[in-house]
């Protein structure tokens, strides 16, 4: 099937359920692009950043990819992040997770998933670094909660452990980076408590001179 029709006419439903709201919305998002917010999530389908958070188009740039991962050499995530941060000025960055997460589950089994391991091993890494305390935990689906929450406050330092984050800190520009899970069973976001607004608030060994 070339021709997805069903989705062109949901699209044409709407634009025009839209236009019946605000008649200029489409007029006034066309002409600049001014979000707050950079939203860092999971490429899961069911984590939709805009509607979890009740949003429009418009209001939060958005990175996706599988298990809301930040490494130090994706050109992509950093590319993002340098645009949100130096050209949109965004004033806050939120890594969300999500529980259920698949990415974080292949991590923890023995198992050959293909391309997909090498990525993977970011968080092989992080289970690594928290080892004895998901162990620790004797139920399995409560390791495993435990694991994708860790994982996002692992993201969260990674995050503000980027030059690009840093230096708009050095410079004085206001920036948060926060940390929250979202649970697709209630629909309902968690805050992780790991929210970082300076250099003062990162570890010595990664705080640029």
């Given at each position: 099937m070339r021709v997805l029709k069903?989705?062109?006419?949901?699209?044409?439903?709407?634009?025009?359920?839209?236009?019946?709201?605000?008649?200029?919305?489409?007029?006034?998002?066309s002409r600049q692009q001014s979000p707050e917010y950079l939203w860092i999530g999971c490429a899961d389908s069911r984590v939709p950043a805009n509607e979890i958070v009740d949003m429009m188009p418009g209001e939060i740039f958005v990175h996706r990819n599988i298990a809301n991962v930040v490494v130090h050499t994706d050109l992509n995530c950093l590319s993002v992040i340098q645009y949100a941060v130096e050209v949109l000025k965004v004033k806050h960055i939120i890594v969300c997770g999500h529980y259920g997460c698949g990415g974080v589950k292949a991590a923890l089994e023995n198992t050959d998933h293909g391309l997909i391991d090498n990525w993977l091993r970011h968080i092989q890494d992080v289970y690594r670094y928290h080892q004895a305390a998901v162990d620790a935990e004797s139920d399995e689906n409560k390791r495993f909660n435990l694991l994708c929450e860790l994982n996002v406050v692992e993201q969260v330092a990674n995050v503000c452990h980027t030059t690009i984050v840093q230096n708009a800190w050095k410079t004085g520009q206001p920036l948060s980076v926060h940390g929250w899970i979202y649970g697709?069973?209630?629909?309902?976001?968690?805050?992780?408590?790991?929210?970082?607004?300076?250099?003062?608030?990162?570890?010595?060994?990664?705080?640029?001179?």
């Open positions: 069903h989705l062109f006419d949901n699209n044409q439903r709407w634009a025009a359920r839209i236009k019946a709201q605000d008649p200029n919305f489409f007029t006034k998002l697709i069973d209630d629909g309902i976001l968690k805050d992780m408590n790991v929210c970082t607004s300076g250099l003062a608030e990162v570890s010595a060994t990664h705080r640029l001179r």
